[in-house]
């Protein structure tokens, strides 16, 4: 008699949170990208310091520097192990960023000044054709299990897989 044991099921890697949205390539777009990012950040149980200033400072400035009438850009958030990863995808990849030292009498151009200072790396990455993604990377603990952990255009978390 032939007897077969079955193996315990394996256990499912746990998702990666993430979260993506598009929004619209003006003021009140970047605005809605640093309050969306904020509270996915909060559901996930992580620091916001750092993190929502990162956002705001990528956002206006594809808001800004990346405003192409008509095309949107992309917020997208993920967490790999103990790096929160914050990337901005707009549609001007002839157009790219370098920090450059700010006038003291200027309004504007210190936002890259200040994702130089808050993240632990960040560059850029040519995408398809227009596209360019201005990303940092900031380590952080890792996500509460049983958190939601995923997202999606149009809303913030949805839920937990396994």
């Known amino acids: ?9 394996a256990e499912l890697p746990s998702p990666i949170p993430n979260f993506t ?3 619209s390539p003006t003021p009140r777009g970047a605005r809605l990208a640093r309050l969306l990012a904020t509270e996915q950040l ?8 750092a993190a ?14 990346g405003r192409v009438p008509g095309r949107s850009f992309r917020l ?14 707009d549609t001007r990849g002839d157009r790219l960023p370098r920090i450059q030292l700010p006038s003291a009498e200027g ?6 000044v200040v994702v130089e200072a808050l993240a632990d790396r960040w560059g850029v ?8 993604t201005v990303w940092a990377e900031i380590t952080v603990p890792a996500p509460e299990r049983g958190r939601p952990c995923s997202g999606a255009s149009g809303g913030l978390s949805q839920g937990t897989r396994g």
Do not use: C, F
Not at 42 to 49: A, E, V
């Open 107 to 112: 309004d504007s151009g210190r936002g890259l």
């Open 52 to 65: 929502q200033h990162i956002v705001a400072e990528l956002a206006a400035n594809a808001a800004t520097h």
């Open 21 to 23: 949205v598009l929004l």
């Open 1 to 9: 008699m032939n007897q077969e044991t079955a193996a315990p099921p």
């Open 76 to 89: 997208t958030l993920y967490v790999v192990g103990d790096t929160l990863r914050i990337e901005v995808t």
């Open 125 to 132: 990455a040519s995408g398809r054709t227009p596209r360019k």
């Open 42 to 49: 909060r559901t996930w149980g992580l620091p916001l310091d």
